[in-house]
């Protein structure tokens, strides 16, 4: 059974970092990207940063220059390096695999990750 499972969250400070890595159990296939997510108390589940097959990285707006994602091709990882963490990126955050439409995206359970002012 494929699966996805999330790793490194925690508690820090704001301008302090974090660094999230999501493992992947089982064989995947039609991977188009794989990337972050997250959810902020009240909020609906935002876009993070997405890096394809090819390598190209995607991030939202108010994370560039912040967070970095990087993914091992061959074991089907991918780490998420943030630092300089502020308050508003206090969410659940999700690892996800996007695939074609007819096979379905995969997504973990998500990681806590808190930011204190």
């Known amino acids: 059974q494929v699966r996805l499972v999330e790793s490194g969250g925690g508690s820090v400070q704001a301008g302090g970092s974090l660094r999230l890595s999501c493992a992947t159990f089982?064989?995947?296939?039609?991977?188009?990207?794989m990337g972050w997510y997250r959810q902020a108390p009240g909020k609906q589940r935002e876009w993070v940063a997405l890096?394809?097959?090819?390598?190209?990285?995607s991030y939202q707006d108010s994370v560039k220059c912040r967070l970095t994602i990087s993914r091992y091709k061959a074991k089907n990882t991918v780490d998420l390096q943030m630092n300089s963490l502020k308050p508003e990126d206090t969410a659940v955050y999700y690892c996800?695999?996007?695939?074609?439409?007819?096979?379905?995206?995969?997504w973990g359970q998500g990681t806590q990750v808190t930011v204190s002012s």
């Open positions: 089982g064989t995947i296939y039609s991977i188009n990207a």
């Open positions: 996800t695999v996007k695939r074609p439409p007819q096979w379905g995206d995969l």
């Open positions: 890096i394809t097959g090819g390598g190209s990285m």
